[in-house]
C-alpha cells in the first residue's frame, strides 16, 4: 500500500520565527503559519475567509540543509510565502499529566511570494530556499498568486535585441 505525506501551503507567518539550538549543532526555527478557507455562507450567499492556524518547523539537519538559518534571516512576521513540507503528529504529556497532541508541518521548502519590503519582507529574497545559500545579487520579485491558485516565477522573457538593418548608416543624435 503506497503513503504520500506532503503539504503545500500559501499563506503568512503569525509570528516571527523563533530558533533554538540542539546539543548536537542541530537547529530548528518555529513559527506560526495561516491561510484561509475560502466557502460560501449558504444563508447569505457570501464569500467568507475562514482562517486555518498551523505552527512550522524548520530543521537544520539531513535532507533540509540550512532551512532553519535561511528562515530565521529571511522569514519575518507577516510576509507571505509558499511553504511545501510534511505533516507531523506532536505529542506529550502537560503537567497535570493529561496527554496532548497536534498536528504540525515540517517545512522542507519556502518560496517567497512577495516583492521584498512587502508584509515584513527585509533584505534578501529569491526562491527556494532550502539548504542554498543567500543569494548575493537581487533577484526579479515573484509573481503574485492569482485567486484561483497557481505560481509561476519564470524568469521574465528577455527584451530582443535591437540590430540596425543591414545596408543602413547609422546617424549619431
Not at 539550538?21 to 449558504?42: I, L
Not at 533540509?64 to 507571505?80: F, H, I, P, R, S
Amino acid at each position: 500500500m503506497a503513503n504520500l505525506n506532503k503539504v503545500m501551503l500559501i499563506g503568512r507567518l503569525t509570528r516571527d520565527p523563533e530558533v533554538r539550538t540542539f546539543a548536537n549543532g542541530g537547529k530548528v526555527a518555529k513559527f506560526g503559519f495561516a491561510m484561509n478557507n475560502r466557502r460560501k455562507n449558504q444563508q447569505t450567499g457570501e464569500w467568507e475567509d475562514e482562517p486555518v492556524f498551523i505552527d512550522v518547523d524548520a530543521f537544520n539537519r539531513g535532507d533540509y540543509g540550512k532551512m532553519a538559518d535561511n528562515v530565521e534571516q529571511y522569514l519575518k512576521k507577516g510576509q507571505q510565502v509558499f511553504i511545501e513540507g510534511r505533516l507531523k503528529l506532536d505529542q506529550w504529556t502537560s503537567q497535570d499529566g493529561q496527554k496532548r497532541s497536534k498536528l504540525m508541518v515540517v517545512a522542507e521548502n519556502f518560496q517567497f511570494l512577495e516583492p521584498r519590503g512587502e508584509g515584513g519582507m527585509g533584505e534578501g529574497g529569491g526562491r527556494g530556499m532550502a539548504g542554498r545559500a543567500a543569494p548575493s545579487a537581487p533577484r526579479r520579485p515573484a509573481a503574485a498568486v492569482p485567486a484561483g491558485g497557481g505560481y509561476d516565477e519564470r524568469p521574465a522573457e528577455p527584451e530582443p535585441a535591437e540590430s540596425p538593418d543591414a545596408g543602413a548608416e547609422e546617424i549619431p543624435f
